[in-house]
Protein backbone atom coordinates (compact mmCIF):
# COMPACT_ATOMS: atom_id res chain seq x y z
CA UNK A 1 0.00 0.00 0.00
CA UNK A 2 1.16 3.76 -0.75
CA UNK A 3 1.23 4.31 2.81
CA UNK A 4 4.52 2.34 3.02
CA UNK A 5 6.12 4.87 1.81
CA UNK A 6 6.21 6.67 4.80
CA UNK A 7 9.07 7.04 7.32
CA UNK A 8 8.81 4.00 9.18
CA UNK A 9 9.72 4.04 13.12
CA UNK A 10 10.61 0.59 15.15
CA UNK A 11 9.24 0.38 19.21
CA UNK A 12 11.84 -1.79 20.73
CA UNK A 13 12.21 -2.85 24.41
CA UNK A 14 12.04 -5.84 26.61
CA UNK A 15 8.05 -6.71 27.58
CA UNK A 16 6.00 -4.67 29.75
CA UNK A 17 8.42 -2.11 29.66
CA UNK A 18 5.78 0.53 28.40
CA UNK A 19 6.21 -0.06 24.38
CA UNK A 20 2.45 0.45 23.69
CA UNK A 21 2.01 3.23 26.02
CA UNK A 22 4.14 4.86 24.23
CA UNK A 23 2.60 4.19 20.76
CA UNK A 24 -0.66 5.32 22.36
CA UNK A 25 0.78 8.64 24.12
CA UNK A 26 2.52 9.51 20.60
CA UNK A 27 -0.78 8.63 18.43
CA UNK A 28 -3.11 10.19 21.29
CA UNK A 29 -5.37 7.19 21.15
CA UNK A 30 -5.30 4.11 22.09
CA UNK A 31 -4.27 2.27 19.44
CA UNK A 32 -2.17 -0.57 21.29
CA UNK A 33 -3.52 -3.03 23.95
CA UNK A 34 -1.82 -1.95 26.99
CA UNK A 35 -1.36 -4.72 30.00
CA UNK A 36 0.40 -5.80 32.99
CA UNK A 37 0.60 -9.28 31.73
CA UNK A 38 4.04 -9.14 29.69
CA UNK A 39 4.37 -10.46 26.50
CA UNK A 40 0.85 -8.75 25.56
CA UNK A 41 2.51 -7.47 21.79
CA UNK A 42 3.19 -10.64 19.87
CA UNK A 43 3.98 -9.90 15.79
CA UNK A 44 5.22 -6.56 15.07
CA UNK A 45 2.30 -4.81 13.96
CA UNK A 46 2.47 -1.42 12.08
CA UNK A 47 0.39 1.36 13.04
CA UNK A 48 -0.47 5.05 10.77
CA UNK A 49 0.29 8.32 12.31
CA UNK A 50 0.88 11.75 11.72
CA UNK A 51 3.61 13.19 14.40
CA UNK A 52 3.51 16.86 14.34
CA UNK A 53 6.92 18.13 12.86
CA UNK A 54 7.38 15.32 10.71
CA UNK A 55 3.87 14.93 9.26
CA UNK A 56 3.16 10.81 8.33
CA UNK A 57 4.97 8.07 9.65
CA UNK A 58 4.47 4.22 9.88
CA UNK A 59 5.12 3.01 13.81
CA UNK A 60 6.10 -0.35 14.17
CA UNK A 61 5.05 -2.24 17.27
CA UNK A 62 7.60 -4.74 18.21
CA UNK A 63 7.38 -7.77 20.55
CA UNK A 64 9.76 -7.87 23.55
CA UNK A 65 13.67 -8.26 23.54
CA UNK A 66 13.83 -10.09 26.00
CA UNK A 67 11.18 -12.92 25.73
CA UNK A 68 13.38 -16.34 25.89
CA UNK A 69 10.37 -19.00 26.26
CA UNK A 70 10.65 -20.81 22.75
CA UNK A 71 7.61 -18.87 20.82
CA UNK A 72 9.23 -15.47 22.38
CA UNK A 73 12.72 -16.49 20.38
CA UNK A 74 10.69 -16.46 17.31
CA UNK A 75 9.07 -13.39 17.88
CA UNK A 76 12.35 -12.04 18.64
CA UNK A 77 14.01 -12.96 15.63
CA UNK A 78 10.68 -11.11 14.00
CA UNK A 79 11.02 -7.87 15.93
CA UNK A 80 14.81 -8.02 14.54
CA UNK A 81 13.99 -8.32 11.03
CA UNK A 82 11.86 -5.07 10.89
CA UNK A 83 15.21 -3.30 11.59
CA UNK A 84 15.77 -3.34 7.63
CA UNK A 85 12.70 -1.37 7.07
CA UNK A 86 13.01 1.30 9.65
CA UNK A 87 14.32 4.65 9.50
CA UNK A 88 14.50 5.33 13.12
CA UNK A 89 14.17 3.36 16.63
CA UNK A 90 13.20 4.27 19.92
CA UNK A 91 14.37 1.91 22.46
CA UNK A 92 12.52 1.73 25.55
CA UNK A 93 13.71 1.08 28.99
CA UNK A 94 12.27 0.99 32.22
CA UNK A 95 13.32 -0.06 35.83
CA UNK A 96 16.83 0.84 35.86
CA UNK A 97 17.21 -2.50 33.48
CA UNK A 98 20.15 -1.83 30.53
CA UNK A 99 22.22 -5.16 29.95
CA UNK A 100 22.46 -7.63 27.28
CA UNK A 101 19.15 -7.03 25.09
CA UNK A 102 19.19 -3.56 25.26
CA UNK A 103 23.56 -3.65 23.91
CA UNK A 104 22.42 -7.03 21.54
CA UNK A 105 19.37 -4.26 19.80
CA UNK A 106 21.74 -0.91 19.97
CA UNK A 107 24.47 -2.98 17.83
CA UNK A 108 21.58 -3.64 15.63
CA UNK A 109 20.35 -0.74 15.07
CA UNK A 110 24.66 0.91 14.61
CA UNK A 111 25.22 -2.29 12.23
CA UNK A 112 22.02 -0.83 10.14
CA UNK A 113 23.01 2.28 10.54
CA UNK A 114 19.51 3.33 11.94
CA UNK A 115 19.07 6.67 14.10
CA UNK A 116 17.72 5.70 17.38
CA UNK A 117 16.47 7.94 21.02
CA UNK A 118 16.49 5.74 23.91
CA UNK A 119 13.29 6.48 26.53
CA UNK A 120 13.57 5.66 29.88
CA UNK A 121 9.40 5.58 30.67
CA UNK A 122 7.70 4.90 33.64
CA UNK A 123 10.08 7.76 35.49
CA UNK A 124 7.04 8.74 37.71
CA UNK A 125 8.03 5.22 39.41
CA UNK A 126 11.75 5.66 39.44
CA UNK A 127 14.13 7.85 37.64
CA UNK A 128 17.48 6.11 35.93
CA UNK A 129 20.39 6.32 38.61
CA UNK A 130 22.67 9.43 37.45
CA UNK A 131 26.09 7.76 37.11
CA UNK A 132 24.36 4.59 34.88
CA UNK A 133 22.44 7.04 33.12
CA UNK A 134 25.63 8.96 32.03
CA UNK A 135 27.72 5.57 31.25
CA UNK A 136 25.13 4.65 28.83
CA UNK A 137 24.92 7.99 27.36
CA UNK A 138 28.52 7.72 27.34
CA UNK A 139 29.11 4.54 25.60
CA UNK A 140 26.61 5.07 23.01
CA UNK A 141 26.96 8.89 21.87
CA UNK A 142 23.15 9.42 22.75
CA UNK A 143 20.81 11.29 25.42
CA UNK A 144 17.79 9.44 27.77
CA UNK A 145 15.05 10.75 27.47
CA UNK A 146 13.40 10.04 31.20
CA UNK A 147 9.73 9.73 30.87
CA UNK A 148 6.50 9.00 31.78
CA UNK A 149 3.63 7.70 29.49
CA UNK A 150 1.57 8.35 32.25
CA UNK A 151 2.15 12.02 33.15
CA UNK A 152 4.26 13.15 30.55
CA UNK A 153 3.22 15.79 27.25
CA UNK A 154 3.85 13.69 24.24
CA UNK A 155 6.01 16.53 22.76
CA UNK A 156 8.95 15.79 24.65
CA UNK A 157 8.78 12.53 22.26
CA UNK A 158 8.15 13.91 19.23
CA UNK A 159 10.54 16.67 19.59
CA UNK A 160 13.16 14.35 20.11
CA UNK A 161 12.10 11.95 16.76
CA UNK A 162 12.11 15.05 15.19
CA UNK A 163 15.82 15.63 16.34
CA UNK A 164 16.59 12.08 15.74
CA UNK A 165 15.09 10.85 12.29
CA UNK A 166 16.97 11.85 9.22
CA UNK A 167 15.27 14.47 7.39
CA UNK A 168 15.32 12.67 3.85
CA UNK A 169 13.25 9.99 5.70
CA UNK A 170 10.13 12.58 5.47
CA UNK A 171 11.13 15.36 3.36
CA UNK A 172 9.68 15.21 0.10
CA UNK A 173 12.03 14.88 -2.79
CA UNK A 174 11.76 15.45 -6.42
CA UNK A 175 11.82 12.87 -8.61
CA UNK A 176 13.38 15.10 -11.80
CA UNK A 177 14.29 17.83 -9.92
CA UNK A 178 17.36 19.03 -11.36
CA UNK A 179 16.76 17.80 -14.57
CA UNK A 180 14.10 19.44 -15.83
CA UNK A 181 12.92 23.31 -15.78
CA UNK A 182 10.24 25.32 -15.25
CA UNK A 183 8.44 25.92 -18.42
CA UNK A 184 9.46 22.55 -19.86
CA UNK A 185 6.92 20.55 -21.57
CA UNK A 186 7.25 16.93 -20.57
CA UNK A 187 5.75 13.62 -22.19
CA UNK A 188 4.90 10.67 -19.81
CA UNK A 189 4.07 7.64 -22.27
CA UNK A 190 1.96 5.18 -20.00
CA UNK A 191 0.86 2.06 -21.96
CA UNK A 192 -2.83 0.70 -21.00
CA UNK A 193 -2.26 -2.76 -21.40
CA UNK A 194 -3.86 -5.96 -19.15
CA UNK A 195 -1.56 -5.38 -16.25
CA UNK A 196 -2.51 -1.56 -16.03
CA UNK A 197 -5.27 -1.40 -12.90
CA UNK A 198 -8.90 -0.56 -13.94
CA UNK A 199 -9.95 2.88 -14.00
CA UNK A 200 -6.71 4.47 -12.24
CA UNK A 201 -3.18 4.74 -13.32
CA UNK A 202 -0.64 3.02 -11.70
CA UNK A 203 1.66 5.16 -8.51
CA UNK A 204 4.37 5.79 -10.76
CA UNK A 205 2.78 7.06 -13.06
CA UNK A 206 0.25 9.47 -10.58
CA UNK A 207 4.06 10.52 -9.04
CA UNK A 208 5.51 12.18 -11.97
CA UNK A 209 2.47 13.87 -12.74
CA UNK A 210 2.60 15.08 -9.97
CA UNK A 211 6.26 16.01 -9.67
CA UNK A 212 6.43 17.53 -13.38
CA UNK A 213 3.41 19.99 -12.06
CA UNK A 214 5.29 20.49 -8.90
CA UNK A 215 8.16 21.72 -10.72
CA UNK A 216 6.19 24.25 -12.57
CA UNK A 217 6.15 22.07 -15.95
CA UNK A 218 3.87 21.57 -18.67
CA UNK A 219 2.41 17.53 -18.32
CA UNK A 220 1.65 15.95 -21.43
CA UNK A 221 -0.21 12.60 -20.53
CA UNK A 222 -0.39 10.04 -23.43
CA UNK A 223 -0.67 6.35 -24.89
CA UNK A 224 2.24 4.89 -26.61
CA UNK A 225 -0.29 4.80 -29.87
CA UNK A 226 -0.45 8.43 -29.59
CA UNK A 227 3.54 9.47 -29.36
CA UNK A 228 4.31 9.56 -33.28
CA UNK A 229 1.01 12.06 -33.50
CA UNK A 230 2.01 14.13 -30.52
CA UNK A 231 5.42 15.04 -32.60
CA UNK A 232 4.05 15.09 -35.94
CA UNK A 233 1.98 18.24 -34.35
CA UNK A 234 3.78 19.66 -31.62
CA UNK A 235 7.04 21.38 -30.70
CA UNK A 236 9.55 19.03 -29.36
CA UNK A 237 9.61 18.80 -25.48
CA UNK A 238 12.60 18.45 -23.03
CA UNK A 239 12.02 14.82 -21.64
CA UNK A 240 10.16 11.55 -22.69
CA UNK A 241 9.51 9.39 -19.50
CA UNK A 242 8.15 6.23 -20.89
CA UNK A 243 6.94 2.90 -19.18
CA UNK A 244 9.54 0.79 -19.75
CA UNK A 245 7.84 -2.11 -21.31
CA UNK A 246 7.47 0.25 -24.71
CA UNK A 247 10.98 1.25 -24.40
CA UNK A 248 11.50 -0.19 -28.45
CA UNK A 249 9.26 1.51 -29.73
CA UNK A 250 9.32 4.67 -27.97
CA UNK A 251 13.16 4.95 -28.27
CA UNK A 252 12.58 4.93 -32.51
CA UNK A 253 10.32 8.05 -32.20
CA UNK A 254 11.37 9.92 -29.85
CA UNK A 255 14.40 12.28 -31.63
CA UNK A 256 17.64 11.40 -30.31
CA UNK A 257 18.19 15.20 -29.53
CA UNK A 258 15.39 14.98 -27.29
CA UNK A 259 16.42 12.97 -23.95
CA UNK A 260 14.13 9.76 -23.06
CA UNK A 261 14.06 7.47 -19.89
CA UNK A 262 11.41 5.89 -17.61
CA UNK A 263 9.27 5.68 -14.49
CA UNK A 264 11.45 3.22 -13.17
CA UNK A 265 14.52 4.64 -13.91
CA UNK A 266 13.43 7.89 -12.35
CA UNK A 267 12.11 5.78 -9.28
CA UNK A 268 15.30 4.22 -8.98
CA UNK A 269 17.45 6.87 -9.42
CA UNK A 270 15.36 8.36 -6.45
CA UNK A 271 15.29 5.16 -3.68
CA UNK A 272 17.65 2.38 -5.36
CA UNK A 273 21.58 1.70 -5.35
CA UNK A 274 21.55 4.38 -8.64
CA UNK A 275 25.06 3.84 -8.87
CA UNK A 276 25.27 0.05 -8.47
CA UNK A 277 22.46 -0.31 -10.54
CA UNK A 278 24.77 1.53 -13.42
CA UNK A 279 27.40 -0.83 -12.39
CA UNK A 280 25.43 -4.12 -12.52
CA UNK A 281 23.75 -4.15 -15.71
CA UNK A 282 26.34 -4.77 -18.22
CA UNK A 283 26.73 -7.91 -16.51
CA UNK A 284 23.68 -9.12 -18.60
CA UNK A 285 26.05 -9.40 -21.41
CA UNK A 286 28.27 -11.89 -18.98
CA UNK A 287 25.26 -14.74 -18.09
CA UNK A 288 26.02 -18.36 -18.34
CA UNK A 289 23.69 -21.75 -18.57
CA UNK A 290 22.92 -22.05 -15.60
CA UNK A 291 23.06 -18.86 -13.45
CA UNK A 292 20.45 -17.98 -11.75
CA UNK A 293 19.00 -14.47 -11.41
CA UNK A 294 17.42 -13.20 -8.25
CA UNK A 295 14.31 -10.84 -9.22
CA UNK A 296 13.24 -8.93 -6.62
CA UNK A 297 9.54 -7.44 -6.39
CA UNK A 298 8.80 -5.07 -3.81
CA UNK A 299 4.73 -5.22 -3.70
CA UNK A 300 2.48 -8.46 -3.72
CA UNK A 301 0.11 -8.41 -6.81
CA UNK A 302 -1.74 -10.74 -8.80
CA UNK A 303 0.27 -12.65 -11.66
CA UNK A 304 -0.82 -12.09 -15.05
CA UNK A 305 0.54 -13.36 -18.58
CA UNK A 306 1.42 -10.36 -19.01
CA UNK A 307 3.73 -9.50 -15.75
CA UNK A 308 6.86 -7.34 -16.38
CA UNK A 309 8.99 -9.36 -13.57
CA UNK A 310 7.53 -12.83 -13.78
CA UNK A 311 7.13 -13.05 -17.42
CA UNK A 312 8.13 -10.54 -19.78
CA UNK A 313 11.49 -9.57 -18.29
CA UNK A 314 12.57 -12.69 -17.91
CA UNK A 315 11.75 -14.16 -21.37
CA UNK A 316 13.47 -10.93 -22.75
CA UNK A 317 16.83 -11.82 -20.94
CA UNK A 318 16.32 -15.57 -22.25
CA UNK A 319 16.29 -14.07 -25.42
CA UNK A 320 19.28 -11.46 -25.10
CA UNK A 321 21.52 -14.10 -24.05
CA UNK A 322 20.57 -17.27 -25.83
CA UNK A 323 21.46 -19.01 -22.27
CA UNK A 324 19.48 -21.57 -20.06
CA UNK A 325 18.76 -18.73 -17.01
CA UNK A 326 16.72 -20.07 -14.09
CA UNK A 327 14.94 -17.46 -11.88
CA UNK A 328 13.47 -16.95 -8.38
CA UNK A 329 11.05 -14.44 -7.37
CA UNK A 330 10.78 -12.83 -4.22
CA UNK A 331 8.49 -10.55 -3.56
CA UNK A 332 7.68 -7.85 -0.18
CA UNK A 333 9.89 -7.90 2.35
CA UNK A 334 10.69 -11.80 2.06
CA UNK A 335 14.31 -12.79 3.29
CA UNK A 336 16.84 -13.67 0.73
CA UNK A 337 18.12 -16.98 1.33
CA UNK A 338 21.44 -17.67 0.02
CA UNK A 339 22.29 -14.94 -1.88
CA UNK A 340 26.12 -16.58 -3.39
CA UNK A 341 23.62 -18.60 -5.44
CA UNK A 342 23.01 -15.80 -7.58
CA UNK A 343 24.64 -14.62 -10.70
CA UNK A 344 22.55 -11.09 -10.71
CA UNK A 345 19.93 -9.56 -8.73
CA UNK A 346 17.37 -7.36 -10.30
CA UNK A 347 15.62 -5.18 -8.23
CA UNK A 348 11.76 -3.82 -9.14
CA UNK A 349 11.67 0.65 -9.65
CA UNK A 350 10.15 0.04 -5.85
CA UNK A 351 6.88 2.40 -6.21
CA UNK A 352 5.71 0.70 -3.15
CA UNK A 353 8.68 0.61 -0.84
CA UNK A 354 11.04 3.40 1.19
CA UNK A 355 14.57 3.73 0.19
CA UNK A 356 15.70 2.16 3.31
CA UNK A 357 14.08 -1.09 2.54
CA UNK A 358 15.29 -0.92 -1.33
CA UNK A 359 18.72 -0.64 -0.35
CA UNK A 360 18.87 -2.51 2.52
CA UNK A 361 17.26 -5.39 0.40
CA UNK A 362 19.97 -4.59 -2.52
CA UNK A 363 23.11 -4.51 -0.09
CA UNK A 364 23.44 -8.10 0.94
CA UNK A 365 23.91 -8.64 -2.98
CA UNK A 366 26.48 -5.49 -3.13
CA UNK A 367 28.48 -6.56 -0.37
CA UNK A 368 28.80 -10.27 -1.69
CA UNK A 369 29.98 -9.03 -4.90
CA UNK A 370 26.52 -9.64 -7.32
CA UNK A 371 25.47 -7.38 -9.55
CA UNK A 372 22.47 -6.05 -8.95
CA UNK A 373 20.38 -4.25 -11.60
CA UNK A 374 16.51 -2.50 -12.13
CA UNK A 375 13.84 -3.67 -13.89
CA UNK A 376 14.47 0.02 -16.41
CA UNK A 377 17.92 -0.37 -16.96
CA UNK A 378 18.09 -4.29 -17.68
CA UNK A 379 14.84 -3.49 -20.56
CA UNK A 380 17.33 -0.72 -21.85
CA UNK A 381 20.11 -2.34 -21.95
CA UNK A 382 18.69 -5.22 -23.77
CA UNK A 383 17.50 -3.08 -26.38
CA UNK A 384 20.49 -1.14 -27.00
CA UNK A 385 20.16 2.02 -24.99
CA UNK A 386 21.14 1.99 -21.80
CA UNK A 387 23.59 4.92 -22.16
CA UNK A 388 20.76 6.93 -23.65
CA UNK A 389 18.46 6.44 -21.10
CA UNK A 390 20.94 7.00 -18.22
CA UNK A 391 22.57 10.33 -19.43
CA UNK A 392 19.76 11.98 -18.78
CA UNK A 393 20.76 11.97 -14.91
CA UNK A 394 24.88 13.32 -15.76
CA UNK A 395 24.03 16.12 -17.51
Given at each position: ??????PH????GRM?N??SSI??K??G????IV?????T?TD?V?????I?G?????????A????????G???V?????????????I?????E?????E?????????HEI?????H??S????????H???I?R??????L?F???????????E????A??????????????I?KP??T???????D?????G?????QV???????D????????K???L??Y?????KP????TD?Q???????????D??????SII?A???GD???Y???T??????K??????M?????H????????????P?L????T?K????????????I???RQ???A???????A???????RTN????????I?N??M???Y??GIF?RV??V???
Amino acid sequence: MAKDLKPHIGIFGRMNNGKSSIINKLTGQKMAIVSEQAGTTTDPVKKSIEIFGIGPVILIDTAGIDDMSELGKQRVEKTYQTLKEIDCAILVIAGEKFAEPEKAIINEFKKHEIPFIIVHNKSDISKLPENHKKAIEREYSTKILEFSALNDDAKMLQEALKNAIPESAYKKTSLLGGIIKPGQTIVLVTPIDDEAPEGRMILPQVMAIRDVLDNDCICVVLKETALKQYFDNNPKPALVVTDSQVFALVNKIVPQDVQLTSFSIILARLRGDFENYLKGTPHLSNLKDGDKILMLESCTHEISCGDIGRVKLPNLIRKFTGKNIEFTYLSGLTPIENIRQYAMAIQCGGCMATRKQLINRTNMAVENGIPISNYGMAIAYMNGIFERVTSVFSR
